[in-house]
């Protein structure tokens, strides 16, 4: 089994910057930096894509993905703390009864 290679966010970058800036076709730019054209492709409607968001590396969030992440953590939390305050509510209504 072969291992995939790993190339650093300024290589896809520079790749990218080959054909949108310099004028190189995509085959040509990937056989002159050793990649496969669909490789570069690929990186090149990445970086169209995600508006200089391309290639965060792992785990790491646009901050779209990052302000989601928190408005779903605070709307759980707040659907824990009412659920709490119902039953405190509740009890509180059968004691002075």
Excluded: C
């Amino acid at each position: 089994m072969t291992t995939r290679k790993k190339y650093s966010k300024e290589f896809k970058l520079d790749a990218i910057a080959l054909v949108n800036e310099q004028g190189y076709s995509r085959a040509e730019a990937a056989r002159n930096l050793g990649i496969s054209p669909s490789q570069l492709g690929r990186w090149v409607r990445e970086a169209e894509k995600d508006d200089g968001h391309a290639f965060r590396g792992n785990g790491k969030l646009t901050p779209e993905q990052l302000e989601l992440r928190q408005l779903k953590e605070e709307n759980r939390k707040l659907k824990m703390e009412r659920e709490i305050l119902k039953k405190a509510a509740a009890f509180f209504a059968q004691e002075t009864k």
